[in-house]
């Protein structure tokens, strides 16, 4: 029985028929590779394609702020939260299937990116070792389109599967989509839910060759144990951020419990008690040295949410 007062979304989230779990006042730190961000009013797992359906609709139609996350692993959320609708992609988005005859891996969004790159190792099937180490889910690589030493996801993309607001399910192939650095042209309100990725068969020592190769270089230069959202800007045309932050002698700098990584000068980490405003204040003042000596404008790699 639902009360005459209750909004079509509270109807919707108690309604035992809808397939989700729901966190009302989630703390999003709980859901952040940075521990910190305050509470999404709504943080919801949508198990299939039916209750993800509902649910974006219902918020469309209402008004509500609503956002799709993955493992947020390149997400600063702000101190005050979220006043909208956190979604995670739950039971459904979950699995993934070989096709051996075609050398194709199906994943969906919900799954983890290592485990991808792991059953492509365990079926001899390389061109995912690049992705060795990068944390998160199929969903948040495809929009990042993340990638590293100039390979990236989204040229493995045969098809993506997406869900629209107000059209369904949408299915391109990757061609159709521009992938480009940390950023492609999925519509901001598109969510992704399921892509299916070119590998080819090659030789177990090579691909777990240049997995541990990689794995080794990240362990090397980056505070891979500490809590960061990886780089924090992307990299300028031609130079490396990283090198242009260390050389104005920024590593260790800090702002409250957000520190400037003494590893990799891209990365901030949270020593412990840094606030979304921490990590936001370090990274202006990143910005206007940068800009103050060399002119050049950073562009955050990392994704905000709930700030104004
Ligand atoms: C230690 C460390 C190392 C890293 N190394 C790398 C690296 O080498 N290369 C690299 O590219 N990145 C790297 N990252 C950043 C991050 O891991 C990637 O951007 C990752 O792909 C984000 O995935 P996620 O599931 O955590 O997405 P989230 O952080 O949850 O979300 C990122 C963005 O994607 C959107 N999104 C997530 N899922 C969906 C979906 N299903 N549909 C639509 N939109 C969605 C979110 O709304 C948000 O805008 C690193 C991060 C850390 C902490």
Redesign the pocket.
């Known amino acids: 029985m639902v009360a005459r007062h209750a909004s079509p979304l509270q109807a919707l989230l108690v309604d035992e028929r809808f397939d989700g779990d729901i966190y009302p006042n989630e703390p999003m730190a709980r859901h952040t590779?940075y521990r910190i961000g305050g509470p999404a009013r709504f943080y919801v797992r949508a198990n299939s394609l039916s209750a993800l359906t509902q649910l974006v609709d219902v918020c469309e139609q209402e008004g509500i702020d609503w956002?799709?996350?993955?493992?947020?692993?390149?997400?600063l959320v702000s101190d005050e939260g979220y006043s909208g609708v956190v979604i995670t992609?739950g039971r459904d988005f979950r699995s993934m299937r070989v096709d051996e005859e075609q050398h194709r891996i199906v994943a969906g969004?919900g799954v983890m990116?290592s485990a991808v790159v792991q059953e492509a190792f365990k079926r001899s099937f390389a061109g995912l070792e690049f992705a060795v180490?990068?944390?998160?889910?199929v969903?948040?690589?495809l929009?990042?389109n993340?990638?590293?030493r100039g390979e990236w996801i989204g040229s493995r993309v045969v098809t993506v599967t997406s869900l629209v607001p107000g059209v369904g399910l949408v299915r391109r192939r990757g061609s159709e989509i521009d992938w480009n650095y940390?950023s492609t042209s999925?519509a901001p309100n598109?969510?992704?839910?399921e892509c299916e990725l070119a590998v080819e068969p090659a030789d177990p020592f090579y691909i777990r060759g240049k997995m541990e190769a990689n794995l080794s270089t990240r362990k090397k230069n980056?505070p891979?144990n500490e809590a960061?959202?990886?780089?924090v800007f992307k990299n300028p045309d031609g130079v490396s951020v990283g090198a242009l932050i260390e050389e104005l002698g920024l590593k260790g700098l800090s702002v409250g419990g957000a520190c400037v990584s003494d590893m990799h000068a891209n990365f901030i980490v949270n020593t412990g008690q840094a606030t979304a405003r921490d990590v936001l204040d370090l990274i202006d003042l990143i910005q206007t040295k940068v800009n103050e000596v060399h002119g050049i404008q950073l562009t955050p790699e990392v994704?905000f949410l709930g700030f104004e």
């Not at 598109?190 to 839910?193: G, N, V």
């Open positions: 590779t956002v799709v996350v993955g493992r947020g692993s390149n997400l992609l969004a990116l180490g990068t944390p998160g889910t969903g948040g690589a929009r990042m993340a990638g590293s940390r999925f598109e969510t992704l839910l980056q891979v960061s959202c990886g780089s994704r």
